[in-house]
């Protein structure tokens, strides 16, 4: 079974600042890596993913993630932040069958102006 | 129109009492999941199913059951309902292969 872990659960952080959300998951098999945003009264909308190649991988809004083996980890980044990315974020992990999803508990992130 | 609906939005109900949430999708995947998200403890998997004839328990199916009426139809139903099912619940959909999950706006849920 895979599991997942993010570290903060709450982040804040101001306007135009980086921001980094971590993630590290569990698993005995080869997996695919996920993250999502859920913005207030909304559902989850996939941010980015990562199946296979690259372990850079860009999202939208600006965001981009990279996957490490050896660490077992998938941090969420973005450079510089917008009141606008003030949301839930959750990372997910799926087995390479794709068959089910696990979330992360997830990471508050509040800009602030 | 959305891709995934659920019904009902909101609902208030009261101890003991049989509630139904609906799931419908417009994209003809072939997956359908139900997960409850509470403060703090992130999404946990009810069911999910695969097709119309196959359906699975996920990590906290005790007190619920589902029904995958056609491929784009998957309800939750709640059979005597306990003030700790009090929950946003969330359905989602995917499609064979392509390992992305596309979300309903979720149901809140609150048993009195």
């Known amino acids: 079974a895979q599991s997942v872990t993010q570290l903060d659960s709450q982040v804040p952080v101001f306007e135009e600042a980086p921001v980094e959300l971590r993630c590290n998951y569990s698993?005995?098999?080869?997996?695919?890596l996920f993250w999502y945003v859920q913005y207030p009264n909304q559902g989850l909308q996939l941010l980015l993913k990562?199946?296979?190649?690259?372990?850079l991988v860009k999202g939208i809004n600006g965001f981009e993630a990279e996957f490490n083996k050896s660490q077992t980890s998938f941090h969420l980044r973005k450079p510089s932040v917008h009141i606008s990315d003030t949301a839930e974020y959750f990372c997910?992990?799926?087995?390479?069958?794709?068959?089910?999803?696990?979330f992360g508990t997830g990471t508050s992130l509040t800009v602030i102006p | 129109d959305a891709d995934v609906t659920q019904t009902p939005r909101n609902r208030i109900t009261k101890t003991g009492k049989r509630i139904m949430l609906e799931c419908s999708q417009t994209?003809?995947?072939?997956?359908m999941y139900w997960y409850r998200q509470d403060p703090g403890l992130g999404l946990r998997l009810i069911y999910y199913?695969?097709?119309?004839?196959?359906?699975n328990k996920g990590e906290i199916s005790d007190g619920y059951s589902v029904s995958r009426q056609a491929q784009a139809k998957f309800s939750l139903s709640l059979e005597s309902a306990i003030p700790n099912q009090t929950a946003l619940y969330f359905c989602?959909?995917?499609?064979?292969?392509?390992?992305?999950?596309?979300f309903g706006a979720g149901s809140r849920l609150t048993v009195l």
């Open positions: 997910a992990v799926s087995g390479n069958t794709g068959n089910q999803f696990y």
């Open positions: 698993s005995s098999v080869s997996v695919y």
């Open positions: 990562y199946l296979s190649g690259s372990t």
């Open positions: 994209k003809g995947h072939d997956r």
């Open positions: 199913s695969f097709d119309v004839k196959d359906i």
């Open positions: 989602a959909t995917g499609l064979s292969g392509a390992n992305v999950l596309t």
